[in-house]
């Protein structure tokens, strides 16, 4: 322990920085600007907020603190760096699309947002060249998803708040529309929020944090360190329970099963009993304190979820066959989807499909250069996938992207957004440490 803390403290100012944004990713803390111009009528319409998140603010000190101090960054610039001639494509599209939106407040706020995210990625890319570094990360999101865990099941039992306002938590009265229930034989339950907007965006956090504890399972523990992740991860499955997040829960299964298959592959047998008997705990331990709940969400559950994915996915394969090229402009998809269409208010949200949802904004082309970002980062990571770091994060990235095809919040919320671009920023850093003297990257 003596030795970690030793090494925490000799980190640069910019990584302590950047290891404090990771582990209050979850943090929903956040001013709030003119929220008279986000509502429809009697609902409020995230999508037309504009916030200023603690998040931003670590970000911004991270960033500060890495430009004026450390050189390093200039490196990006390299003619030969493909991935930043996309990027920058993608940015001069993105701003492009500005020029034809019906609220351009909205659109510069997106324009920022877009920023931040490659600013992320970018900076994981050029700093992350020690193997440390993605241990941290690993061990950081572990940390903060087991304790968003913890919050997540006592929210669950006690069916409100548990009064961590300050950190962004905030669950509506039972009753209240919109808000995220399962229904019981004896009534409606709370789903598990955390400090999120949202379970479903609590349950892809716990995902995350699934991945790392699983990947720290690949690594050759003592005893007592194997234990506390065991125990960690049955706790964050748990808690990925309590979302009642179905993506989340496939998304749980999808992990424990392909680390298992990987950990038999690589004749792992220790570590593949280890899976199974956190596998078998779980299961019962859910089935204990939980009976009869999974039954109630996968079998006897209310198709109207699936019904209006369908919907608003419909919805935005309009906008695109609308604005095929520029697309309804970043930012302004709700109010693009106001102008073709008269819907009840709390209608008007995103396709539950993030290339919908890019190509509705941005167009085919803004969808295009994105998705030759994604080709361009997976490449670079040909004749390494047999690594246990390299199976992790390009496993947790490929299931991030399923979890993209039911649900929005990975390009429109705050969290999911910050997830998205740590995970793109992992997964495009690791040549760094595998093939070092690579240019063309």
């Known amino acids: 322990m003596k030795r970690y803390i030793s090494y925490f403290k000799n980190l640069k100012l910019h990584l302590v920085f950047f290891f404090l944004f990771l582990f209050l990713?979850?943090?929903?803390?956040?001013?709030?600007?003119?929220?008279?111009?986000?509502?429809?009528?009697?609902?409020?319409?995230?999508?037309?907020?504009?916030?200023?998140?603690?998040?931003?603010?670590?970000?911004i000190l991270c960033l500060v603190t890495w430009l004026g101090f450390d050189p390093q960054f200039r490196s990006f610039f390299y003619p030969r760096f493909v991935l930043f001639w996309l990027i920058l494509a993608?940015?001069?599209w993105v701003v492009i699309s500005l020029f034809h939106v019906e609220r351009i407040g909205l659109s510069v706020y997106q324009i920022l947002k877009w920023i931040e995210f490659w600013g992320i990625a970018i900076y994981?890319?050029?700093?992350?060249?020690?193997?440390?570094?993605?241990?941290?990360?690993?061990?950081?999101?572990?940390?903060?998803?087991?304790?968003?865990?913890?919050?997540?099941?006592?929210?669950?039992?006690v069916q409100h708040m548990v009064g961590l306002n300050w950190l962004g938590e905030y669950i509506s009265p039972l009753g209240t529309p919109g808000l995220a229930t399962i229904?019981?034989?004896?009534?409606?339950?709370?789903?598990?929020y955390g400090t999120f907007p949202h379970p479903n965006v609590f349950g892809a956090f716990l995902v995350?944090?699934?991945?790392?504890?699983?990947?720290?399972?690949?690594?050759?523990?003592?005893?007592?360190?194997?234990?506390?992740?065991?125990?960690?991860?049955?706790?964050?499955?748990?808690?990925?329970?309590?979302?009642?997040?179905?993506?989340?829960?496939?998304?749980?299964?999808?992990?424990?099963?392909?680390?298992?298959?990987?950990?038999?592959?690589?004749?792992?047998?220790?570590?593949?009993?280890?899976?199974?008997?956190i596998g078998v705990v779980s299961c019962a331990?859910?089935?204990?304190?939980?009976?009869?709940?999974?039954?109630?969400?996968?079998?006897?559950?209310?198709?109207?979820?699936?019904?209006?994915?369908?919907?608003?996915?419909?919805?935005?394969?309009?906008?695109?066959v609308k604005h095929p090229v520029l697309g309804a402009g970043v930012g302004n998809y709700v109010p693009a989807l106001e102008k073709i269409v008269k819907l009840e208010d709390w209608q008007y949200q995103p396709p539950h499909n993030i290339f919908i949802m890019l190509g509705a904004e941005l167009g085919m082309v803004g969808l295009l250069i994105f998705?030759?970002?994604?080709?361009?980062?997976?490449?670079?990571?040909?004749?390494?996938?047999s690594r246990p770091l390299v199976?992790?994060?390009?496993?947790?990235?490929?299931?991030?992207?399923?979890?993209?095809?039911?649900?929005?919040?990975?390009?429109?919320?705050?969290?999911?957004?910050?997830?998205?671009?740590?995970?793109l920023g992992l997964l495009g850093a690791l040549p760094n440490i595998y093939e070092p003297d690579q240019k063309n990257i």
């Open 391 to 423: 199976f992790s994060l390009s496993f947790l990235a490929l299931t991030f992207l399923l979890m993209g095809q039911v649900d929005h919040y990975f390009v429109t919320i705050q969290q999911g957004r910050l997830m998205f671009a740590v995970v």
């Open 124 to 157: 994981i890319w050029l700093v992350f060249k020690k193997q440390a570094y993605f241990i941290w990360s690993a061990a950081v999101i572990f940390g903060s998803a087991f304790l968003e865990s913890v919050i997540g099941i006592w929210q669950f039992h």
């Open 208 to 277: 995350f944090g699934l991945f790392m504890a699983l990947y720290f399972s690949l690594k050759p523990l003592n005893l007592f360190n194997r234990a506390l992740v065991a125990c960690g991860t049955i706790i964050i499955l748990v808690g990925i329970f309590v979302s009642f997040s179905r993506v989340a829960w496939l998304a749980g299964i999808l992990a424990l099963l392909g680390f298992m298959a990987y950990s038999v592959y690589k004749k792992d047998w220790i570590n593949a009993n280890l899976l199974c008997v």
């Open 25 to 59: 990713l979850p943090v929903q803390s956040r001013a709030l600007y003119h929220p008279e111009s986000a509502y429809i009528g009697w609902y409020f319409n995230y999508h037309l907020a504009f916030f200023f998140y603690l998040t931003d603010i670590l970000w």
């Open 371 to 385: 998705f030759w970002i994604l080709i361009e980062i997976f490449r670079r990571l040909k004749g390494h996938l």
């Open 285 to 320: 331990t859910i089935g204990i304190f939980y009976p009869g709940l999974v039954q109630t969400r996968t079998f006897d559950s209310n198709p109207t979820s699936i019904n209006d994915r369908t919907f608003f996915n419909h919805l935005g394969l309009e906008l695109i």
């Open 183 to 192: 229904d019981t034989l004896s009534g409606k339950l709370i789903r598990a």
């Open 90 to 92: 993608f940015i001069i």
